[in-house]
């Protein structure tokens, strides 16, 4: 009997074959499981972040491939109008940098992506800078002395607060001038010239009789001849000025109050440049009236500029005394008013010309003296407080933005920490309509973190980018924060995008490029692992945020039209894609350091169609609209806009 021959169940060997290769996946895993998950996992991440569906939806992240020579601890960047990116480092952040008198700039074209080193001729390292009307980049303040911490000062010193009681010259002290107390008999030297003012004659207002000579006063950083805690001082001393003879041993004397070994704050600078995008250097400009490190520069609305805050040339907050640089001058002048913010306090030009404050700053200065958020008329001194901010003791390293359009006066407070070097951290969204007759915060949306030092940046389609950040103080035990989202000002809501691949932290910041992409810089960790055992090294490295909205099928295109814009004015632009443009603004561009950055803004302008493009129109409001220069987009009917067109308007 014959037999017909067998057919292979090949289901079964299929299964025999399955469960022999999972075991031997189960054996080598037991030798490598988690190398290969993340092998796999790192593999399949790089897939789908690279699928088109995916960058669509979410965007993507690129490295930018900076050469080395041109890698620089960037701190502070600011877009220009040729389309060139500056970045300043000046030391870095870098105490060696800072000895050797190493301070660095560097230009980037986006355009070309070439790069040039620029001649940087003083530390501009914590500098404050903002746009000019002409289209020139003010930075004024930065470094002269570094911290010392506790443990590392071996020589007492502190604050010499010379008194000259003249009424008929200044007195000018050359560094090295010898202090000695009359009644501790202990010598102190100072570090550097001081110039202090004539006396000033007191006169009786109602008799015009002569009552006193009130002295004029210098400021001055001294230091102990030799080390050791021996030479510290516990109270008040008036001191003897050495080498001088005559009348001016009776009139110059100094006075210090406690001279001692504790920590030693960041000295700022006088210093002022204007840097010329055309000419790609620094200018000199006259000296600011106050030493400044940490401050703040607001453009006001007839195109000076507000200096604020930041430790002076003691290391010590300024005490209120603003200052207003003039552009057609080059020179400064005090405001004549007092009012003490902390460091970088983030200060924006309101449509009314008067500032808004929004509490976010990054940090020195007393936990309770100008912090409250309000509406500051510069005129008057005087200043409404803003109710109903939540997580109020977490605003140092937050970030504010002027949500789009600006004709709308809402801002919005994102994140930030506590006071110092505090673990706290805010994951609110506080939203202000300086609009409201009685304007009060409220809470939007959240992050999903507590987040300090968030980078924001406006977007041309009129979503904000906020990325970044750390939970903890400078990244702190392995905090940073690897997520990017988009905030929609109109449904008041987030909308999570690509995730960033580099932690982002203290000394970072964002700028909007002509071109719609974002590019995202700096990060100073405190340390690199999350043990806090191996000291932070500072991030080189520069991404490039491409938006979903430039991997769609088209965009508009803007073609010839004039290059100045007048307020209130007019101005036709070609392009083939009229049909389809729905919305047209101005981009004020960014100059942002320690996520502060009180340019930016977005103005919605009027538009109407043309036989071969558009018409728009600016509106007349100059406090709206600052003198300088903007990038113009358009956007059609899906929200994508076109590249950013240059106009000035003047």
Known sequence: MSTMPV????????????????????????????????????????????????????????????????????????????????????????????????????????????????????????????QLPDGKLLVAGGTKRYEKLKGDVSKAGGLMIVHNEDPDAP??????????????????????PVLVEKAKKVFDPKTGQFLRNDPGLGRIYVEAEESGKEHETGTEDNYRVQGLSGSDSRNIYGIAQKLALDKKDFQGIKEAYEFDPVAEKYITVDPMNEARWYPTLTTLKDGKVLSL????????????????????????????????????????????????????????????????????DLETNKFDKIPGLSDPDKLETSATVMLPPAQDQRFMVIGGGGVGESEKSSEKSRLVDLKDANPRFKDSASLEKGTRYPSASLLPDDSVLVTGGSEDYRGRGG??????????????????????????????????????????????????????????VFEQRIEIYTPPYLYRDSKPELGGGPKSLTRGGKGTFKTKDAASVKTAKLMRPSAVTHVTDTDQRSIALDMKKTADGIEVTVPKNRALVPSGWYMLFVTDDKGTPSEGVWVEVP
Request: charged share 25%; glycine share 10%.
């Open 309 to 376: 805050s930041g430790l002076d040339e003691i290391g010590q907050i300024v005490p209120g005394k603003d200052e207003i640089y003039d552009p057609k001058t080059k020179t400064w002048e005090y405001t004549g008013i007092v009012r003490k913010f902390p460091t970088y306090p983030a200060i924006f030009l309101m449509d009314n010309g008067k500032l808004f404050y929004s509490g976010s700053n990054a940090g020195y200065g007393p936990a309770d003296i100008g912090r409250d958020p309000g509406v500051w």
């Open 479 to 536: 905090t940073n924060v690897l997520q990017a989202r988009t905030y929609d000002p109109k449904t008041g809501t987030y909308k999570r995008v690509a995730d960033p691949e580099v932690g982002r932290n203290y000394h970072s910041g964002s700028i909007l490029l002509p071109d719609g992409r974002v590019m995202i810089f700096g990060s100073d960790s405190l340390f690199a692992d999350e043990a806090n055992t191996k000291p932070g």
């Open 7 to 130: 057919r292979q169940n090949h289901r079964k060997n299929r299964a025999r074959r399955i469960a022999i290769g999972a075991a031997v996946v189960v054996v080598v895993a037991g030798f490598n499981g988690p190398a290969l998950w993340r092998i796999g996992s790192e593999k399949y991440h790089d897939y789908k972040i690279n699928k088109p569906e995916y960058k669509a939806a979410n965007g993507h992240w690129d490295y930018l491939d900076v050469p080395s020579e041109y890698r620089i601890n960037s701190i502070h960047a600011a877009l220009l109008h040729t389309g060139k990116v500056l970045l300043i480092a000046g030391s870095g952040n870098n105490q060696k940098y800072f000895d050797a008198k190493k301070f660095e700039s560097v230009l980037w074209d986006p355009a070309t992506d070439k790069y040039k080193k620029i001649p940087t001729p003083k530390d501009m390292f914590c500098a404050g800078h903002t």
């Open 171 to 192: 007195k000018t002290l050359p560094a090295g001038t010898k202090f000695t107390g009359k009644k501790n008999g202990k010598t102190f030297v100072s570090k550097d």
